[in-house]
């Protein structure tokens, strides 16, 4: 005799009952379960989204009854439609186990989230379903990036700093050595700016520098075939800008274009007349001769301080090596 031959009808309907019950039970506390997770998740098939938890319905800005049946592409930004959609292909195909990249949602640039989307293929029968997970990083890239903006950059001015200045500068050496591609640099200085501070006082000198960073910023996009210059604060009223791509001639049409966009403005005071001021510039470019950075910004200085003692207010470029 049988275990289940012990049941009478009606024990084994009940047992049948409290069985489906269990398993109602069950679904319900997964649901509730995947509901209160931090991390947005989406069941999805080929088709579209089959499942949605509370925190994918949040990130997403939609309501769970209208996200079934959509598709996640239709929430990718257009620019990066197709990595997104490779990496969906991967994993209904099972290849690459699980798979992640970075991407942002929303069409509304308002409502934008930049997501790490985590996808792997599940064990189904039938057709082909992917888990989806949404973690949304946006507040934590936003945080890198301003550290990261901090370490390289001068506090003053919004300028980079010294130490990005070099390091960019090693890059595009190297990068010339390698390449043989072109590289210039111009050492920048405030004519006179000891008697700025003297006159105005040190808050105004702070004005003038950040004035003269404003305008290397408007100007640097401007500057055709070089699409990475940067301009940089070595100290005091001392800036560089590096100029990667440019020979000699079209980076001394560069810095005098500058030169005249400084000298043509001035900065509003309170109280008093308008500041103007000048600034003297030394050039000088990567020639046969392989030099460091240090080496090439040292000729650069002192063709700065020729046109200082020439009268300032002027370009001069190093002879070249």
Not at 13 to 42: E, F, N, W
Not at 55 to 77: S, Y
Request: proline content about 4%; overall charge negative.
């Amino acid at each position: 005799m049988h275990d289940f031959d012990l049941f009478e009808p009606d024990d084994a309907l009940s047992a049948a009952v409290l069985t489906q019950k269990s398993l109602v039970d069950t679904q319900d506390r997964l649901g509730v379960m995947l509901d209160i997770m931090p991390i947005g998740l989406l069941i999805h098939t080929e088709q579209g989204i089959l499942f949605a938890n509370q925190a994918a319905c949040k990130l997403l800005k939609e309501e769970r009854a209208r996200l079934i049946g959509q598709h996640l592409l239709d929430f990718v930004r257009t620019s990066e439609f197709e990595r997104v959609q490779g990496q969906f292909q991967a994993s209904f195909q099972g290849t690459g186990g699980v798979l992640q990249t970075e991407a942002v949602l929303g069409q509304n640039e308002g409502a934008q989230r930049l997501v790490r989307l985590i996808t792997g293929k599940l064990p189904w029968e039938g057709n082909p379903v992917i888990q989806v997970l949404l973690e949304d990083i946006t507040d934590q890239k936003r945080a890198e990036n301003s550290l990261r903006q901090q370490t390289i950059t001068d506090e003053l001015t919004g300028a980079y700093n010294r130490r990005h200045a070099f390091y960019e500068g090693g890059l595009h050496v190297e990068s010339h050595k390698q390449r043989k591609i072109p590289f210039s640099v111009a050492m920048i200085d405030i004519d006179h700016f000891k008697r700025v501070n003297d006159t105005y006082g040190h808050a105004v000198g702070d004005k003038a520098l950040k004035h003269l960073t404003k305008l290397a910023n408007e100007a640097l996009p401007l500057i055709p075939n070089t699409d990475s210059a940067i301009f940089a604060r070595l100290g005091g009223e001392e800036f560089v800008v590096l100029l990667p791509g440019l020979e000699m001639e079209p980076a001394a049409v560069a810095a005098e274009n500058l030169r005249r966009a400084v000298e043509a403005t001035s900065v509003p005071l309170d109280g008093s007349e308008p500041l103007r001021f000048t600034v003297s510039m030394g050039l000088a470019s990567l020639g046969e001769v392989e030099e460091d950075f240090a080496a090439l910004l040292s000729r650069a200085d002192e063709a700065l301080y020729e046109a200082k003692g020439a009268g300032r207010n002027r370009v001069m470029s190093a002879k070249p090596r």
